[in-house]
């Protein structure tokens, strides 16, 4: 019978924990496996990490700090989630959105944290929240940027074999990090968790250089990454240790079995070491260790193998940087994929919108708000009727009808659309705008120094300092902090004045009476008016049809509450019998 010795089987002669060498032993140096003298650190030009979100790759800037932790990682440092830093810096092109005026009123964190999820053959795997609120915040200014995104992610859509090859790339990083934080408490035995990174590192290049043949977006970067690395002299060194790590040596054994097939004894033929030129063979290792004996350096065979593994190790910590690099952005595209999948097992669609430039007709169909996810709610998808993009459109209708939902959703799809990625919608062509006012109504604050309608004069002062031409805003019930009479009168003086910058603004309110009377004046060329559709027993639809609304419903809101005449009385009537 032959047996091959692998990790397992040799570990008794690596038990070991290598000790700690002389001081100036980099500087003298222990014997050298390779023509790289010991000590010798080798050029930190700095890693070349692929940029998977934009057009033209951004730069990093000095990663090279980043290579000497991954370096201190190998060692044995105990580096458990300090690669967070890393991948938490990813370089963003710059954007005219300031995430202050629309970021809290989105959610975005429970927007990440519901739908925006990396599941992978049905696991959930955890991302950086982070990382995809930072994307989210930031929709790029150039439109190639979110073009180069969108290309990526219809290129994942229609090659599902390439979305398998993006899954496996991220799943072998994810091991990559793992093993070098791998403690080493948990892994004491140094030598097997440095031939542990070593494994994780090769399964990760070869998915890289082996996956995205064909890849007409940007995905190709991780495959030149990939072949890049395995082209260099340092990765042949990698895997021929590694083959050896797995094949030490053949054994050939003699059994004696017993009646009931137990193992009675056994006896040693033969043992040939396998054939390679990365280990010296028995006779050279004993000749290295002789040699650094008498330089002062004393250390057994699990030693001479650490310092070999460091060796191969050390001209790829630049590549592992920007392996590990990679995540946040290919985080980004699975979490979009992830999100479509969430859609379309409730039976919703989501698409990549088309995005024109200056002026041009909106058109969104099947549009949804992922929020209610939260709440376990399937949203009712619904149309947007008012194709021009510059119309301000005043939304009315009863309480529960849907018009703030209406209103996060189409600052959603504005905000992902610009992104460059998928929109809550099954259709979409939305006009580009430098940036989003976003203002829902919110509880009062107790810190607040003004009272409601000193908030609201605050809001409308906001709107005008921060709004821009051509910009989206969307407003939530104006005016409702104050008396309908100052209300109307404000609500009209900002329908007047907002039209001059051509903004997109949606804006719902409950003064009925003055929307209807400017549906019938049109002082504004470019208003446009939404209502909360009803069905036949005065319920919401959820969908939204051209017109003004005729009541709020009150009565309805009344009675489903108990507040009603009738109603009210018989508690006043218990209560004095009582």
Request: a neutral charge.
């Amino acid at each position: 019978m032959r047996l091959v010795l692998g990790r397992r089987s040799t570990s008794e002669s690596l038990r070991r924990r290598r000790r700690a060498l002389p001081a100036g032993a980099d500087a003298g140096g222990p014997p050298s496996f390779y023509v790289q003298p010991v000590g010798a650190k080798p050029a930190l030009s700095g890693p070349a990490v692929p940029d998977l979100l934009h057009a033209e790759p951004r730069a990093w800037g000095d990663l090279r700090g980043s290579s000497e932790l991954v370096r201190f990682a190998f060692e044995g440092g105990d580096c458990e989630g300090v690669f967070d830093t890393l991948i938490e810096a990813l370089p963003l092109a710059p954007s005219t959105f300031d995430p202050a005026t629309f970021a809290t009123q989105l959610y975005l964190d429970e927007l990440v944290r519901s739908s925006l999820r990396v599941t992978i053959e049905g696991t959930h795997v955890d991302a950086s929240a982070k990382v995809l609120r930072r994307v989210l915040e930031t929709p790029p200014a150039r439109a190639i940027d979110g073009a180069t995104r969108q290309r990526v992610l219809a290129e994942l859509v229609a090659k599902p074999a390439m979305r398998g090859d993006l899954e496996r790339v991220y799943l072998a990083i994810r091991r990559l990090r793992e093993a070098l934080e791998l403690s080493t408490g948990t892994e004491p035995n140094l030598v097997r968790r440095k031939v542990g990174v070593l494994v994780a590192l090769r399964r990760c290049v070869e998915a890289m250089a082996d996956g995205f043949e064909g890849a007409e977006s940007v995905l190709s970067r991780l495959r030149d990454l990939g072949q890049r690395v395995r082209g260099r002299e340092a990765w042949s060194r990698l895997v021929q240790l590694v083959d050896v790590e797995g094949n030490l040596a053949t054994v050939d054994v003699r059994l004696r079995l017993g009646s009931d097939g137990t193992i009675r004894g056994f006896g040693v033929l033969a043992i040939r070491e396998s054939e390679t030129s990365i280990l010296p063979g028995p006779f050279g290792r004993f000749v290295q260790r002789m040699i650094s004996f008498l330089r002062g350096y004393r250390y057994g065979e699990s030693e001479v193998v650490v310092r070999l593994l460091e060796e191969v190790f050390a001209p790829l910590a630049d590549d592992v940087v920007a392996i590990l690099a990679c995540t946040g952005a290919i985080e980004t595209y699975l979490a979009a994929l992830g999100f479509r999948d969430l859609a379309r097992g409730k039976g919703l669609e989501v698409c990549l919108p088309e995005i024109v430039e200056g002026a041009g007709e909106r058109a969104i169909e099947g549009l949804f708000n992922p929020l209610l996810f939260l709440q376990d709610v399937t949203p009712i998808p619904c149309d947007v009727p008012v194709p021009r993009h510059d119309a301000l459109v005043v939304i009315t209708g009863p309480n529960s009808g849907g018009k703030t939902r209406l209103l996060q959703s189409l600052a959603l799809t504005q905000l992902l659309g610009q992104v460059g990625l998928f929109v809550p919608a099954a259709h979409a062509r939305i006009v580009r705008a430098p940036n989003l006012f976003l203002s829902l109504v919110t509880d009062g604050d107790a810190a607040q120094i003004e009272g409601r309608l000193g908030t609201e004069l605050m809001r409308i002062r906001q709107l005008f300092e921060q709004l821009q031409p051509g910009s989206v805003a969307i407003l939530d019930e104006l005016c409702s902090g104050t008396n309908p009479n100052e209300g109307e009168d404000i609500f009209a003086m900002v329908v007047s004045l907002l039209p001059r910058l051509r903004p997109q603004v949606f804006v719902s309110t409950h003064f009925l009476g003055l929307a209807a009377r400017l549906e019938r004046e049109r002082p504004v060329e470019s208003l446009a008016f939404l209502q909360v559709e009803l069905d036949p027993e005065e319920k919401p639809t959820y969908q939204f049809v051209p017109g003004v609304a005729t009541t709020s419903l009150a009565h309805k809101v009344a009675a489903r509450l108990g507040v009603t005449e009738a109603a009210l009385g018989e508690l006043v009537a218990a209560k004095l019998r009582g």
